[in-house]
């Protein structure tokens, strides 16, 4: 059904210059583009992300929120056609918050506006909390991305359609032989990829996408964390703190490592990463823009970084260089990692990230944002009821 109120409690940028809660949010526009699911929002999850919404990053009065999961009231035609969706459903799945170009459309409100192809339906087992911290986030979004387009990992039988339908572009520079368990031989062990911050929410998302795509995978974490690290798949653990970290990452991997995915994107990371990349080089893909000074220290590693969000099909107005028009590669690759992820989804092959759960609402959301941003409850999702 469509939604009969045309206001609603949310969370959005404030005259102030930071995210602020309103009880008089204008609903999203009832008319439902195409490919559009509206959702009636259960609950929701925090990212990293949302605590950056300050400066040309906020517009007042935008509804601001990436992460939820909720039950679908009304679908677009093509949403309702080939979305696999139907009303009733419970469903989990990202959007662009506090985008000025859409600014009545955001996670952290009582009503919500979806691509059919950011929206996957929920086990029925899961709740709407465990959903919104699992694959209703923005990780799942940008790890396969960065792992299967930027890094030219082939994805393999597992992850299908993905597998068959995008295989990885052949990128520029030195081509690096890569091995997975789906296509060795014998003769070598898989391909060893470097996941830096394998306790964050991209990490343990990165993790276990790479484990189904057959990739032996290590991660730096920190010790208390070592075993969460290696529950979600990881075969070795080292610690980020440690000043010889990227030297025992060297000699674990005999300094043939190849391939490192940087979760976390400072520079004291791009330069662990760049220091235990071995002594041919490799690729480098970060979550955000990454230190050009680091970068320029080795010409033989080919360095890249990913925005998640381009896989919605969206033109985003935030500043440069997060501000694009839609990439129609990464839409493409969008839709058809939708369909592959519901398939994991299905088939029982992937778990959420750690959470803690709160029932106070966008207040406590609100909240939370600060907890955030004082870097409390690291390595742990908070996820808020409505």
């Given at each position: 059904?469509?939604?009969?109120?045309?206001?609603?409690?949310?969370?959005?940028?404030?005259?102030?210059?930071?995210?602020?809660?309103?009880?008089?949010?204008?609903?999203?526009?009832?008319?439902?583009?195409?490919v559009?699911?509206?959702?009636?929002?259960?609950a929701?999850?925090?990212?990293?992300?949302?605590?950056?919404?300050?400066?040309?990053?906020?517009?007042?009065?935008?509804?601001?929120?990436?992460?939820f999961?909720?039950?679908?009231?009304?679908?677009?035609?093509?949403?309702?056609?080939?979305?696999?969706?139907?009303?009733?459903?419970?469903?989990?799945?990202?959007v662009?918050?506090?985008?000025?170009?859409?600014p009545r459309?955001?996670?952290?409100?009582?009503?919500?506006?979806?691509?059919?192809?950011?929206?996957?339906?929920?086990?029925?087992?899961?709740?709407?909390?465990?959903?919104?911290?699992?694959?209703?986030?923005?990780?799942?979004?940008?790890?396969?991305?960065?792992l299967?387009h930027?890094?030219?990992?082939?994805?393999?039988?597992?992850?299908?359609?993905?597998?068959?339908?995008?295989?990885?572009?052949?990128?520029?520079?030195?081509?690096?032989?890569?091995?997975?368990?789906?296509?060795?031989?014998?003769?070598?062990?898989?391909?060893?990829?470097?996941?830096?911050?394998?306790?964050?929410?991209?990490?343990?998302?990165?993790?276990?996408?790479?484990?189904?795509?057959?990739?032996?995978?290590?991660?730096?974490?920190?010790?208390?964390?070592?075993?969460l690290?290696?529950?979600?798949?990881?075969?070795?653990?080292?610690?980020?703190?440690s000043?010889?970290?990227?030297?025992?990452?060297?000699?674990?991997?005999?300094?043939?490592?190849?391939?490192?995915?940087?979760?976390?994107?400072?520079a004291?990371?791009?330069?662990?990463?760049?220091s235990?990349?071995?002594?041919?080089?490799?690729?480098?893909?970060?979550?955000?823009?990454?230190?050009?000074?680091?970068?320029?220290?080795r010409?033989?590693?080919?360095?890249?970084?990913?925005?998640g969000?381009?896989?919605?099909?969206?033109?985003?107005?935030?500043?440069?260089?997060?501000?694009?028009?839609?990439?129609?590669?990464?839409?493409?690759?969008?839709?058809?990692w939708?369909?592959?992820?519901?398939?994991?989804?299905?088939?029982?092959?992937?778990?959420?990230?750690?959470?803690i759960?709160?029932?106070t609402?966008?207040?406590?959301?609100?909240?939370?944002?600060?907890?955030?941003?004082a870097?409390?409850?690291?390595?742990?999702?908070?996820?808020?009821?409505?």
């Open positions: 059904m469509a939604i009969a109120i045309k206001t609603q409690t949310a969370l959005i940028g404030g005259e102030n210059g930071d995210i602020i809660l309103s009880e008089t949010v204008p609903c999203p526009p009832k008319e439902l583009e195409d559009q699911v509206a959702v009636e929002v259960k929701i999850a925090l990212n990293p992300v949302d605590t950056k919404m300050v400066g040309g990053y906020l517009t007042p009065g935008a509804v601001s929120g990436c992460e999961a909720g039950i679908v009231t009304e679908l677009g035609a093509i949403a309702a056609k080939d979305g696999g969706l139907k009303v009733g459903d419970r469903v989990a799945g990202v662009m918050g506090m985008n000025p170009l859409r459309i955001g996670a952290f409100s009582q009503y919500t506006v979806s691509s059919a192809y950011g929206t996957v339906r929920i086990p029925d087992d899961w709740t709407f909390e465990k959903a919104a911290a699992g694959v209703g986030g923005v990780a799942w979004a940008t790890v396969p991305w960065a299967f930027s890094l030219g990992l082939p994805s393999g039988p597992l992850l299908e359609p993905l597998n068959s339908q995008m295989p990885p572009p052949d990128l520029p520079g030195f081509k690096i032989p890569i091995i997975s368990s789906h296509t060795a031989d014998g003769t070598k062990p898989p391909t060893t990829v470097l996941v830096s911050g394998g306790a964050s929410f991209t990490g343990t998302c990165a993790i276990q996408l790479l484990k189904l795509a057959g990739f032996t995978v290590i991660a730096t974490c920190s010790p208390k964390t070592s075993d690290v290696k529950s979600f798949g990881a075969d070795a653990t080292f610690d980020y703190s000043p010889t970290c990227a030297a025992d990452i060297k000699t674990y991997t005999r300094n043939c490592l190849r391939l490192a995915l940087d979760c976390i994107t400072t004291d990371t791009t330069r662990l990463c760049y235990a990349l071995g002594r041919a080089g490799g690729r480098y893909v970060a979550l955000d823009p990454y230190s050009s000074a680091v970068s320029a220290t010409s033989i590693v080919h360095a890249d970084w990913v925005f969000m381009d896989l919605l099909g969206e033109d985003v107005g935030w500043p440069a260089p997060h501000g694009r028009n839609a990439d129609p590669v990464a839409t493409e690759f969008g839709v058809v939708n369909k592959t992820l519901q398939s994991l989804l299905d088939r029982g092959l992937v778990r959420p990230h750690p959470q759960i709160r029932a609402g966008l207040a406590g959301a609100l909240e939370g944002i600060q907890e955030i941003r870097k409390k409850n690291a390595g742990q999702k908070l996820v808020y009821t409505l």
